[in-house]
């Protein structure tokens, strides 16, 4: 049970007299002695510095015994006290309710003792940390750009094991000729695994959503993978064999073939990465039918140094021979060799002992499946690569057959073709809903913001308005493509959009189609007053331009029902539209402002209660719904009752006999 902690720096009056935390007094005896009171009655308080301590009723003879043997005992009651306040201070503020600590899981409590018992440790043992700052273990988060550029610093290394091991251990000319270079880029390679064994253990990993930073948890994480078992088995000095067996064996080192998942880690983030995925998807599989070349040509090599060269037709020829005794003859005619084999093209001499038609024979089983895979694959990225254009030419080749099934004219087919080449050239086939469809709506919201909203600010009556509205608006803007001499709005027409015009140039024309009075280019807009539906405007809602595109023009389009809808959540902001707009009509002298005045207009009305009585046979077929629900889940519980009240009379039924039967 706690005590109420009423020790508190205080002064009384002039005496300059200070009560010290804990309540430490001086006893009027001839040894001084030191009481403190439990540490509970402490407070958070901070030591003052400065305080003076005032002994009263001290006589003159004891002073001198005081005098001689103060220093001492002050000096020691000083550093006690000073190590007492470290142990303590705060200790008030940090202790957490009882109320809380019903609620204290097993983990907070375990965190918080061991938070007291480090402070009790840095107050006895080690002096606080001057900055006041707590030393934060550095943790990798694995979605970074430092984590990625390791992944490549680290691929360099194995891709170096993977790739020279294998021929050393087979040719002898290159591992005794360039020994020093190996030894060196070996034991750099030795060195960068057991960098990567630590960037492993410190290497973040997310857990309900938030990245986990503590360093035993991390440990014991990437302790309890196979990737460690493989990383500790990658590192085994196996090329210890060299002091007795000598340095002509590389194969000692083929354990540091093991990390190859790190290789495949890079892999599959640079294709997320990169902005040409197929691309690197084809180079991928390249790479592996030359790594798997490569290993056949070594082995095959190997096979016939075990054989002997030129016993027969089918092992390597007689290096005796100057012409084959080459190294670079040695392996470009393995590799020519394994390359015949592996695409199982032939034109190879026939084997000739059973170890050899062994080889053969699993040689030929292995590339006619990894390259029947390999080729497939390839197949599928090439069509893939091609998607898009093949659908796009599926809707040309649809609207071909569709026009001149109807007969269309030639010249407006050509206008067709024409505009679905524009399309095409310029990129703007990809369907942009299509393509945000799988995302939140939250990001599609971000996507839409950052393409669209500078866009739709320059549109006046926008300018000034909230940031959510503006969120809504982007994301039902969409965009649309006019073809050269193509009418955008006609006078007249009712406005059901207004544009903004992205790219491309558009003529407000007279009626004769020809006499231009001004060309409108890009960012520019127009018909923002009749989507509004402002009332009193001389024009209605009707059009009072003839806008035609001069050439091929990208512009982006907003209805009138994705604005009302997106207002309906703003009734102050839609207020101050119909202000704005009222504002750019007064201005231009075309608003009627008698029959602004004027009440409500009829035809909103009608609107309204047209949309109630849509609303109306909504909520009413749903009701049906739900009632018919309810009537269904009752004639259930019904049924359900009955065979209960029958089973309990059955066992109710059963119950005598079964005690008569007992007596």
């Not at 000096?75 to 503020?93: K, M, Q, T, V, Y």
């Not at 024979?361 to 197949?379: H, R, S, Y």
């Not at 969120?471 to 006078?491: H, Q």
Request: hydrophobic content about 40%; aromatic content about 10%.
């Amino acid at each position: 049970m706690r005590h109420r902690c009423e020790s508190r720096p205080n002064t009384e009056g002039g005496n300059g007299k200070v009560k010290l935390p804990g309540s430490v007094r001086f006893q009027q005896e001839k040894n001084v002695v030191f009481t403190t009171h439990s540490p509970c009655e402490e407070t958070s308080s901070e030591p003052q510095p400065g305080i003076t301590v005032e002994t009263r009723g001290l006589a003159e003879s004891r002073r001198s015994s005081f005098t001689s043997q103060g220093p001492a005992r002050l000096s020691r009651f000083i550093i006690s006290l000073r190590a007492w306040a470290a142990r303590h201070l705060h200790h008030e503020d940090q202790r957490p309710g009882a109320f809380l600590e019903h609620f204290q899981g097993a983990e907070l409590k375990e965190m918080s003792s061991r938070e007291s018992n480090a402070q009790s440790n840095v107050g006895s043992q080690e002096p606080p940390d001057r900055g006041g700052r707590k030393k934060e273990t550095t943790v990798v988060d694995p979605s970074s750009n430092v984590y990625y550029h390791w992944l490549i610093v680290i691929s360099l290394p194995i891709f170096y094991n993977w790739c020279l091991l294998v021929g050393r251990a087979c040719f002898d000319e290159l591992q005794l000729e360039h020994l020093t270079l190996w030894l060196v880029l070996d034991y750099s390679a030795d060195v960068l695994y057991g960098l990567d064994m630590l960037v492993r253990s410190r290497t973040g990993f997310l857990e309900q959503g938030l990245m986990v930073r503590d360093a035993q948890r991390l440990w014991k994480h990437y302790r309890e993978t196979l990737h460690f078992k493989l990383d500790v088995l990658s590192l085994v000095p196996t090329d210890l064999a060299y002091f007795k067996l000598g340095m002509n064996y590389p194969e000692l080192r083929f354990n540091r073939l093991l990390k190859f998942a790190r290789l495949f880690e890079f892999f599959d983030r640079t294709e997320t990465r990169t902005n040409y995925p197929n691309a690197f998807r084809i180079g991928n599989l390249v790479l592996y039918i030359v790594i798997i070349i490569h290993w056949n040509a070594c082995i095959y090599f190997a096979i016939s140094k075990f054989i002997g060269f030129g016993m027969d037709s089918w092992v390597y020829p007689n290096i005796s021979n100057p012409e084959y005794g080459r190294l670079s003859r040695k392996y470009i005619y393995s590799l020519y060799w394994s390359t015949l084999t592996l695409t199982t093209i032939g034109e190879t001499p026939p084997p000739v002992k059973d170890e050899e038609y062994l080889f053969v024979v699993i040689d030929f089983l292995v590339g006619v499946l990894i390259f029947a895979t390999i080729v497939g694959n390839v197949g599928s990225m090439i069509s893939n690569m091609n998607a898009s254009r093949a659908e796009f030419q599926a809707k040309i080749d649809s609207i071909k057959q569709y026009m001149q099934f109807r007969k269309v004219t030639k010249d407006l087919e050509t206008r067709v073709i024409r505009w679905f080449d524009y399309l095409w050239a310029n990129k703007k086939t990809v369907d942009e809903k299509e393509v945000l469809k799988n995302l939140p709506d939250k990001l599609k919201a971000e996507i839409a913001i950052n393409v669209h909203l500078d866009t739709l600010k320059k549109v006046r009556i926008f300018q000034d308005c909230e940031a959510g509205l503006l969120a809504e608006l982007v994301l039902k803007l969409r965009p649309a493509v006019f073809s050269p001499g193509d009418y955008i709005c006609k006078k007249g027409d009712i406005g059901r959009e207004m544009y903004i015009i992205k790219e491309g140039k558009l003529a407000v024309v007279a009626d004769d189609g020809v006499t231009q009075f001004v060309v409108l280019g890009d960012g520019s807009y127009f018909g923002e007053i009749s989507i509004l539906n402002i009332k009193g405007s001389k024009s209605g809602n009707r059009r009072t331009a003839n806008i035609r595109s001069i050439g091929y023009s990208d512009l982006f389009c907003l209805s009138k029902d994705d604005l009302m809808e997106a207002l309906t959540e703003y009734p102050d902001a839609k207020k101050a539209l119909e202000e704005k707009g009222r504002q750019i009509l007064l201005k231009d002298n075309l608003i009627d402002e008698d029959l602004a005045k004027a009440g409500a207009d009829p035809k909103d009305i009608e609107e309204k209660v047209e949309h109630l009585e849509s609303s109306l046979d909504t909520l009413q077929t749903r009701f049906a719904q739900l009632l018919a629900e309810y009537n269904a889940t009752q004639m259930k519980m019904k049924q359900r009752l009955s065979q209960l009240e029958s089973q309990v009379k059955i066992c109710g039924r059963g119950t005598p006999k079964t005690e008569a039967k007992q007596q």
